[in-house]
């Protein structure tokens, strides 16, 4: 009997009837599958944006927590380059914090002191003397519609200003509406400094046991997932800040430097706008520049340095910024850290922009850097193959693209 079956299994087996039974199964299991990711899918889409619904009504504590946790992402490494002792167990860890955040106070106040006196002086002028500078631009925008005129450019800049067309008045309309929502929020955020720098502390202090508590919680299945996730977090955001600070220093020391050399009104003022200016991620430079231009357009004449001269000087400096700043020190100081192309990191900071305005633009990269590295985590975790470090594929695969010379 069992001879028989066997010597019959290959007649069932090439069976018409039942391969394409088996085929017919094979198949209703892999649309069964596909509605099932797909039905997962939408669920998850649906219960992100139920949550994204209802944070909107706590925006202003989630924008608090969120700057004092990248604050935090940001001096991690820095805290615990402070713990370490030589031959010695390390420092606690509230006692990094504080050699940190002391150290960082101290810089601020020689700062302060340096600076204090030409800050308060430049402010003064500016708020004394505002209806003379806009008296001088108006006279320097006269002399240049005569001056282009007598070349053969008819161009009427100052009735140009006087009267803007409807597109660039709209525009300006809205820039200021949000230039004074901006103002606000700062004078808000004085106040509230103390409260960042405070969550900051606890963040630095408190997170490895949070994050150890947290982890504990989760089945052993997910842990070595969390725990991948966790560490390619601390690696994107706290390369994105730290990346995004020193840039920002750097273009804005280099705007004050230049507009001092060049004989620019409120060099200081220019210089601090275009650090804050920086902070927004390609088209801050484009923005920091603009104050410095009206400000070189009616500074006085220094020989041969007319206002003409300086406004050319001027934007060919500012040029120079943002083309090191986004072709060097950009990838080297922040894309490194985010693993993104160029080009993605451009679209995206661009539907921020839409999106969330201001904000939207601040957190758009790294935003979409986690979404990036959650996906692949949660990928892996359902096809069962083991966590990997998102970060180091990204290096590993920019390393690669550099040998074949692929920009």
């Known amino acids: 009997m069992a001879l028989q079956r066997h010597s019959e299994s290959p007649d069932s087996a090439r069976d018409p009837a039942r391969t394409g039974h088996l085929s017919e199964t094979v ?132 009735d140009t200003l006087n009267h803007p067309p409807p597109s660039v008045k709209t525009w300006g309309e809205a820039a200021a509406h949000t230039t004074l929502k901006v103002l606000e929020e700062a004078s808000k955020s004085a106040l509230e400094s103390i409260i960042i720098l405070l969550i900051s502390v606890y963040f630095l202090i408190y997170s490895t046991e949070m994050k150890e508590n947290f982890n504990e919680l989760l089945p052993r299945r997910i842990q070595p997932y969390a725990e991948q996730w966790e560490s390619d977090v601390n690696r994107i955001l706290g390369g994105f800040v730290r990346g995004q600070l020193t840039l920002a220093l750097v273009m804005g020391i280099a705007a004050a430097v230049g507009c001092l050399l060049l004989g620019v009104r409120f060099w200081l003022l220019i210089g601090m706008f275009v650090v804050v200016a920086s902070m927004i991620p390609v088209i801050g430079p484009v923005v920091g520049a603009a104050p410095a231009v009206i400000s070189a357009a009616v500074s006085p004449a220094h020989g041969i340095m007319s206002p003409v001269v300086k406004v050319v000087l001027v934007i060919l400096m500012f040029v120079i910024i943002s083309e090191t700043g986004s072709k060097i020190l950009y990838p080297r100081l922040v894309g490194k850290a985010l693993g993104l192309h160029e080009v993605f990191v451009l679209f995206v900071l661009f539907a921020g922009l839409e999106i969330g305005g201001l904000v939207g633009v601040l957190f758009a990269a790294p935003l979409a850097a986690l979404v990036i590295t959650t996906v692949i985590q949660v990928h892996r975790l359902w096809c069962g193959e083991p966590p990997v470090s998102v970060a180091e594929l990204a290096r590993e695969g920019g390393r690669a693209a550099k040998a074949r010379g692929t920009p």
Not at 30 to 47: F, K, P, S, T
Not at 50 to 69: E, K, N, Q
Not at 81 to 96: F, V, Y
Not at 100 to 115: Q, W
Request: proline share 2%; net charge positive.
């Open 27 to 158: 198949h209703v299991d892999q649309w069964l599958r596909l509605v099932i990711v797909l039905g997962a899918c939408l669920l998850i889409v649906a219960a992100v944006a139920v949550a994204i619904r209802l944070l909107g009504f706590i925006a202003h504590t989630l924008l608090i927590f969120s700057l004092g946790g990248l604050l935090a992402y940001a001096l991690f490494p820095l805290v615990e380059l402070a713990r370490r002792r030589k031959g010695a167990a390390p420092r606690p860890r509230w006692a990094g914090v504080a050699i940190i955040y002391g150290g960082l106070f101290a810089i601020v106040l020689i700062a302060v002191g340096l600076l204090s006196a030409e800050m308060v002086r430049q402010v003064r002028v500016l708020a004394t003397d505002h209806k003379k500078i806009e008296y001088e631009g108006r006279t320097r925008l006269a002399s240049t519609d005569l001056w282009l005129a007598n070349r053969g450019f008819k161009v009427n800049l100052e």
